[in-house]
């Protein structure tokens, strides 16, 4: 942990630079939401507030916070990847995500329902988006996704319930339109 001194000047640094930050974070990614951007600069600050006591002591925190959430941000923009599948793949992937979505109903799903639940979730925000493709399309784990990117497993399961939440409250609108 960092020093008691350090500590006070990195909360007063957070404390009157937060709206900057948020500023600076949206400026850099393309699509980026108030969300995201608080979710980068809250790893960034939990990394330098773990920091080891013993550690060089930051002389410029403006300097150093900046520098760290750039870093975060292309790290993020690194593992940003789009996936292209032929055609037959898709399909049954959002097949297969239908019937998550819509579990404990037994019925088979009209190709109006498959394009509406495409359609839904292709209007989420990026970062929602990619969480849904990649937990419940690719396969991957909370654990591997965490690794690659960097994003703690807590967050991405936040925003697959945010997007999964989301996609139903756009959905009933759209039922009931």
């Not at 990847?81 to 088979?108: H, P, V």
């Amino acid at each position: 942990m960092v020093s008691g001194k350090e500590n006070n000047n990195l909360n007063k640094f957070f404390k009157e630079e937060y709206s900057s930050l948020k500023g600076y974070v949206r400026s850099k990614i393309e699509h980026t939401t108030e969300s995201d951007a608080e979710d980068i600069i809250q790893d960034v600050a939990l990394r330098i507030f773990s920091r080891p006591t013993d550690a060089l002591p930051i002389n410029n925190i403006g300097g150093f916070v900046y520098s760290a959430i750039r870093n975060k941000i292309i790290d993020v923009m690194r593992i940003r990847k789009e996936r292209i599948y032929d055609e037959k793949t898709l399909e049954q992937l959002w097949t297969e995500f239908a019937d998550i979505f819509y579990a404990g109903s037994s019925q088979e799903y009209s190709e109006e329902l498959k394009k509406t639940l495409k359609e839904a979730i292709l209007k989420l925000k990026p970062a929602y988006r990619d969480i849904i493709v990649a937990v419940d399309f690719e396969g991957y784990s909370y654990r591997e996704i965490s690794e690659e990117t960097g994003i703690a497993q807590g967050t991405l399961m936040s925003r697959r319930h945010r997007a999964l939440s989301l996609l139903l409250k756009n959905l009933d609108v759209e039922k009931e339109i």
